[in-house]
C-alpha cells in the first residue's frame, strides 16, 4: 500500500508542477505587460534560493566535516589493537 501511494506521489507531483508553470507564465507576462515587474521580481528571486539552497547545505556540510576532521586526534591502526 505504501508503495502504491508513492508510486503514485512519484509521478503526480511533477505534473501538478508542469501545470503550475503555465499559470506562472501567464501571470507574469501579463503583469510585465501592463508594466509591473514586482512579481517577476519575486519570481525570480524564488528559482534562485531554490537553485542555491542545495549547494549552500552541501558546502556547510563538507566544512563542517572538514573542520570536525581537524580537530578529532587521529589514531593508527596498531594503537587502536593494542588499546
Known amino acids: 500500500m505504501k508503495r502504491g501511494i508513492v508510486l503514485l506521489f512519484t509521478f503526480l507531483i511533477p505534473m501538478?508542477?508542469?501545470?503550475?508553470?503555465?499559470?506562472?507564465?501567464t501571470q507574469i507576462k501579463n503583469n510585465v505587460s501592463a508594466g509591473d515587474t514586482?512579481?517577476?521580481?519575486?519570481l525570480n528571486n524564488g528559482i534562485m534560493f531554490l537553485f542555491f539552497t542545495p549547494y549552500i547545505v552541501?558546502?556547510?556540510?563538507?566544512?563542517l566535516w572538514y573542520r570536525y576532521s581537524?580537530?578529532?586526534k587521529r589514531v593508527s591502526i596498531s594503537?587502536?589493537?593494542?588499546g
Not at 38 to 42: F, L, R
Not at 58 to 63: A, K, P, S, T
Request: net charge positive; hydrophobic share 50%; proline share 0%.
Open 16 to 25: 501538478i508542477n508542469w501545470a503550475q508553470c503555465a499559470m506562472c507564465r
Open 38 to 42: 514586482s512579481m517577476a521580481e519575486g
Open 58 to 63: 552541501v558546502f556547510v556540510l563538507i566544512f
Open 70 to 72: 581537524k580537530t578529532t
Open 79 to 82: 594503537e587502536r589493537l593494542k
